[in-house]
């Protein structure tokens, strides 16, 4: 377990140098110079150039510029928005945990409807509601998401008026961010209106989550209903089966089991394309997401902003990836000996 | 039938027949797979069936609905846009951009990322372990923000579009590609060839490359709709193809405001993504299922 992990760690540390190297390179890859991308109108006074130039240590050599970039990092100095004059690591910090509620809610759904579909649809294989489950997960891979979302606004925010358009709580509410969860913060706030704030802010994510969670719903039907098929045809189900348990007993004590011993690695590899939809749903729901920023700041060509979100978006990714690994490798001996992770 | 032939067994079907009579034997999968071939026709034709230039505006039929409602005509079969644009036309010609633009993304990243995979695979060793971390990196960034980053440096536009899905999609062909290489190479059938004497390059020819068709073609059709759902998603996004372009995910965009008052701008262009994609995963899958039965027969 402790070779897994050092070299699991030492893939973590490489690929975050790499990572922090290519969200450092933008700066220099982007045409023109660097301080050009930074002031792209050239709107900026001299002396802001100069705390600019100051700020990434431009007249210094390549390397120096990185190791600054770095400790700007560590520093929590990760430069001023052009668009709106905010620290960004404060917006980054906020947008990101709204992206994360998302996500995480959008996964929730995902999971207590796409894990007990796969099981019932492989558990009775073959039959009417195995086919009808599969080609729904057929259809729902193949939506595109924008489309979905923008159908559900269609017909449950336009049409039926069950759910408010678009952002994450209603405008009337005023919820001081401090943990940046907002049911946190509205369970915080000393707030006469907290239940209706509260209320608002659930409606408001309903119909974000519906529309992110047909992705990775449709995958988890997918890889539960493949993988117990898989492991039905092993020797140990058919030995459980001529002991003279039955097709449910062999379910719960043994198909399961091992079902879920490798799940975590599923759900990790599912973060990918998650955070990819929630990128795209979060601009259409005008949620205060770090998707959403991501295209606004691309649109303005605010290079400090993109650097932010691309670098915490991949860290993410990347360490969620590592920790189901090394979770999966804990829970099973079996996953250490893979040469390759 | 006379059986009377010098030779007792029936002859077996090359491997490609094998897969293309299971392939062929489920209705739904050959649905979807003349789908495809329809609308490749239509992509390929579309300048001669798109009734109207995608372009030209039709100042006084706006927002025209589609023929099957009251208001709508046969002229314009599937209504006009909001600048009186005729809707069959945008999307007919939008053939070309979203499912040509994949097409041309998945070839080329194909080429690409096999080749280095399979060099990689082939050349053992250190190469092979930087090469495993440098793609753990990309593989961490999620394709849609690789594209966008590309996007960052190159600018907006089509080209630039092109150009970032195609590299977006490139770290999966290698993995792929270098996966199978690394489990066809430790097949005995390599080392008879090697003790034939042939060359790296004559190996890989002919001796693995048909060897991983299977997955490389799986991972084509698995490339080829998340390429058309890329596309259309940074359409969408106002990052792809630049406003009168007919890109499916572009028009979908320009429609975002007439939602209410005119769905169909939005939701034609949508069914044509829906449909593409569909019936390329089917075929897919159907692939998938067809390489599996020959498996196990």
Redesign the interface.
Same mark, same amino acid.
């Given at each position: 377990m402790w070779r897994y992990f050092i070299r699991k760690f030492n893939l973590l540390v490489i690929t975050i140098f790499l990572l922090s190297l290519l969200s450092f390179s933008l700066l220099h890859l982007m045409p023109g110079l660097p301080l050009d991308a930074l002031n792209p109108d050239g709107s900026l006074s001299l002396a802001e150039q100069r705390r600019l130039v100051e700020h990434y240590a431009l007249e210094q050599g390549f390397w120096q510029q990185y190791a600054q970039y770095i400790s700007n990092i560590f520093n929590g100095n990760w430069g001023t928005s052009r668009i709106d004059q905010i620290p960004i690591f404060d917006q980054m910090v906020s947008s990101f945990m709204s992206t994360l509620q998302l996500a995480v809610s959008a996964m929730a759904l995902a999971m207590f409807i796409g894990v007990p579909l796969g099981i019932i649809s492989a558990y009775y294989h073959g039959s009417w509601f195995d086919r009808t489950v599969t080609s729904m997960s057929l259809i729902g891979q193949s939506i595109p998401v924008f489309w979905w979302a923008l159908m559900l606004i269609l017909l449950l925010a336009l049409g039926l008026q069950w759910f408010p358009l678009s952002g994450r709580i209603g405008l009337l509410y005023d919820i001081p961010e401090v943990s940046h969860i907002l049911l946190i913060d509205i369970a915080l706030a000393d707030d006469e209106y907290q239940r209706a704030a509260l209320w608002s802010a659930v409606r408001h994510i309903i119909l974000p989550t519906l529309a992110i969670s047909v992705i990775p719903m449709t995958a988890l039907i997918q890889i539960t209903r493949a993988s117990l098929i898989d492991i039905s045809e092993k020797n140990y189900i058919q030995a459980a089966r001529a002991k003279g348990l039955s097709r449910y007993q062999v379910l719960w004590r043994h198909a399961l089991p091992n079902y879920f011993s490798s799940f975590i690695r599923h759900v990790g590899a599912l973060t990918n394309p998650l955070l990819t939809t929630t990128m795209v749903v979060e601009y259409i729901f005008d949620w205060p997401g770090a998707g959403r920023w991501l295209i606004h700041s691309l649109v303005a060509q605010d290079v400090p902003a993109i650097q932010a979100c691309m670098l915490t978006i991949s860290v993410f990714v990347i360490c969620i990836s590592i920790i189901t690994d090394l979770l999966a490798a804990w829970s099973n001996p079996k996953e250490r000996n893979q040469s390759h992770g | 039938m006379d059986r009377n032939t010098i030779y007792q067994d029936d002859a077996v079907p090359s491997i490609t027949k094998q897969v293309i009579t299971a392939f062929s034997s489920r209705g739904i999968f050959m649905v979807a797979f003349w789908t495809l071939i329809l609308m490749l026709v239509v992509m390929m034709l579309s300048y001669v069936l798109a009734p109207y230039h995608p372009q030209h505006q039709h100042i006084d039929l706006l927002l025209l609905p589609p023929s099957w409602y009251d208001q709508g005509t046969v002229e314009f079969f599937f209504g006009t846009d909001g600048l009186g644009r005729d809707i069959l036309s945008r999307v007919i010609s939008g053939t070309r951009y979203t499912l040509g633009g994949a097409i041309l993304t998945v070839v080329i990243s194909g080429i690409i990322g096999v080749a280095i995979g399979a060099v990689a695979a082939m050349l053992r060793g250190l190469r092979s372990?930087i090469l495993?971390?440098?793609l753990?990196?990309i &593989?961490?960034?999620?394709? &849609? &923000?690789l594209a966008?980053?590309v996007?960052?440096?190159l600018?907006r536009g089509w080209d630039t579009v092109l150009l970032a899905v195609t590299i977006g999609l490139i770290p999966q062909f290698i993995r792929v590609s270098h996966q199978a290489v690394l489990a066809v190479l430790e097949t005995e059938y390599v080392r008879m060839a090697r003790l034939d004497g042939y060359t790296n390059f004559q190996l890989f020819y002919r001796v693995v490359l048909p060897n991983i068709a299977e997955p490389l073609i799986i991972r084509f059709t698995a490339a080829l709709?998340s390429a058309v759902?890329d596309l259309?998603?940074l359409g969408?996004?106002? &990052?792809g193809a630049q406003a009168p372009a007919p890109e499916w995910?572009s028009m979908?965009a320009s429609g975002?405001e007439l939602?209410?008052s005119a769905?169909w701008v939005?939701?034609l262009p949508?069914i044509a993504?829906?449909i593409s994609?569909?019936s390329?995963?089917?075929v897919g899958?159907g692939l998938q299922r067809s390489f599996k039965k020959l498996e196990s027969s």
């Open positions: - | 372990s495993h971390h440098l753990d990196t &593989l961490a960034i999620p394709s &849609l &923000l966008i980053l996007i960052a440096i600018g709709s759902m259309a998603a969408f996004l106002n &990052l995910g979908m975002i939602l209410t769905p939005i939701t949508g993504i829906f994609v569909l390329i995963n089917l899958e």
